[in-house]
């Protein structure tokens, strides 16, 4: 049977991108009635250095925006990696099984690492070892993320290949990336060659969950375009990354192809389409923000929802990860 596990990660506030790529998928795979483990992954935000103080926040704030969105903590198990230690555990043991050479390749290490690798964290470096052990823990058969994580999770397989193979058993499942929609790679508002981001330094560059509507119009109106107007079909959209976003931004906003939205709009010059498309926006979102405001004035209530679910996520991780010791030979004598 298939069960879902994904994560975001609280290293910021969460952006238009998390929510088309992401939290607006993981919402419909639990409302098709398959079992849903969503996951805020602190232990992965801590990879780049984050305040104390800014951690707690963002990762209640990002609690409230997946219940916001419509992720019911009675069907999914929301919580938080780190009260799981299952995570921990099994990653440690995917660090003995993934290799060097195979950790080098991942683009989002030499994004983030970039020329300045010596001072990256170990962690960083580690990433998908314990990003693997996330959704192994539950043995996750599908792992819906935006296009940027497809690399991950190739690795994923590898590793579950690679542990079935080392020690001659059919233990891990290879899961199945999903990755599917008008919006599994939103681009930054301003350059379309660069995906939008929670970490990127210029906040004109994302919408944020929390940016009210009068900060996501003149968000839009700024975004970066050009100066022809839309065309009537895809073709005319080639090499416009940027008019391209927009179009994708929309398309998945309305529930619509990029194809309808460009049929529907042909002929539009970006200052018509901008103002549609804020309006969209906005419609979409403020019910979300508002929702998430009135989630954030009770904390309390937030940390009991990701307790109860990490109770939850532990009773599934802990029988996998005793298997996972026995497998591999840990005396296990209480
Ligand atoms: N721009 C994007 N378009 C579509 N999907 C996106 N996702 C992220 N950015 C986009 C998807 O959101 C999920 C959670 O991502 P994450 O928090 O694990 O980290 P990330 O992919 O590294 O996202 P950010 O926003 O860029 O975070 P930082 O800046 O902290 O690295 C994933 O499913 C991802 O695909």
Redesign the pocket.
Known sequence: TPRIF????P??GL?L??Y???LKRFVEKQDEGIETIYCL?DM?AITVWQSPADLRRQTREGAAAFIAAGIDPKRSILFNQSQVSAHAELGWIFNCVARMGWMGRMTQWKDKAGKNSENASLGLFAYPALMAADILAYKATHVP?????KQHLELTRDIAAKFNNDYGVNFFPITEPVIEGA????MSLRDGSK?????DPSDQSRINLTDDADAIAAKIRKAKTDPEPLPDTLDGLKDRPEARNLVNIYAALAGLTPAAVVAEHAGAQFGTFKPRLAELAVSVLSPITTEMNRLMADPAEIDRILGEGSARAEAIARPILDEVYDIVGMVRSR
């Open positions: 994904s994560g975001i990660q290293s910021g952006t991108g998390n088309l790529g992401a992954v992965h993320v935006g296009e940027d994580q919006a599994t790679r939103v995906k939008m981001s929670k970490s």
